[in-house]
């Protein structure tokens, strides 16, 4: 039998950073844990993440162009308190090393450039009052590589760097919102908008939700997912036009216009 406080922490490692199979497995499950996944998502509600993960941005070290870089998660105590255990202890657990080891689950940074600006923004975050949950460091400085520790951090504000620019780093800054609207806001809050992801188990909330975010690609429950048959493409900043699709064949195509007067 599994306790409640223990499925409460299975259920934020699964919600919390969306890890939308693992948490549908965790539902299949025992009656005792579903049920404990069912409190929680009361507690806890919506979770938004606009443009890192343990799945996406910290085992890609933040350079993958859909990585997100903002977490929104509610600010009641109860949310806060799942997405700090979840969010510090998947990051913290991250193997980073060579990536041609097939253990390994995050590389080096492209080069020192790159290390510098990071750490950088990481500087500045502290200097602006964010707290460092983990990581913030270099490591692995024998191999002459560029690896830098998974970094989350939280109580991170609207008008900190942190939130407002681009890191391309495996960097999470976590936000809190009081209720949907506020959410939106915050989500909508950049001058990029190339994908977003909703976490909820409320489908009037998704719907919501996603018609709100200005972001080309909305996913909910889940995140990467793509066809080539779905146009891809952002929003402000994040580009013109779509790629895949039907709509991606215009970009290839060259319109003539004749005049003909009778």
């Known amino acids: 039998m599994i306790e409640v406080r223990e499925a409460e922490y299975f259920v934020a490692v699964a919600e919390e950073l969306h890890f939308g199979r693992a948490a549908d497995r965790l539902r299949m499950s025992q009656p005792p844990l579903s049920q404990a996944i069912r409190q929680l998502e009361r507690k ?49 657990e991250l193997r980073v090393g060579d990536p041609l080891d097939p253990a390994t689950e995050m590389g080096a940074l492209v080069g020192q450039s790159h290390l510098d600006r990071v750490l950088d923004h990481i500087a500045t975050g502290r200097e602006e009052g964010a707290r460092l949950r983990t990581g913030g460091s270099r ?100 580009g013109n036009g779509r790629d895949k699709s039907v709509h991606a064949i215009e970009k290839y195509t060259e319109l003539k216009t004749t005049w003909i007067q009778l």
Not at 62 to 83: C, W, Y
Request: charged residues 20%; aromatic residues 6%; proline residues 3%.
């Open 44 to 92: 806890v509600g919506v979770v938004l993440l606009h443009r890192t993960t343990r799945s996406v941005t910290l085992t890609s070290a933040g350079k993958a162009f859909l990585d997100e870089a903002r977490g929104l998660i509610g600010a009641s105590r109860s949310a806060q308190l799942t997405a700090r255990r979840a969010g510090a202890g998947l990051a913290g």
């Open 139 to 238: 490591t692995l400085t024998d191999t002459g590589g560029c690896f830098l520790e998974p970094t989350v951090f939280e109580q991170v504000t609207p008008g900190m760097r942190l939130a407002r620019e681009e890191i391309f780093g495996p960097v999470l800054s976590v936000l809190t919102f009081d209720d949907l609207d506020e959410a939106v806001r915050l989500a909508n809050a950049t001058e990029y908008g190339l994908a977003a992801g909703l976490w909820t188990s409320d489908l009037s909330t998704a719907h919501k939700v996603s018609r709100a975010l200005k972001a080309g690609t909305v996913w909910v429950n889940c995140y990467e997912e793509g066809d080539l048959t779905v146009p891809f493409g952002g929003m402000k900043q994040s």
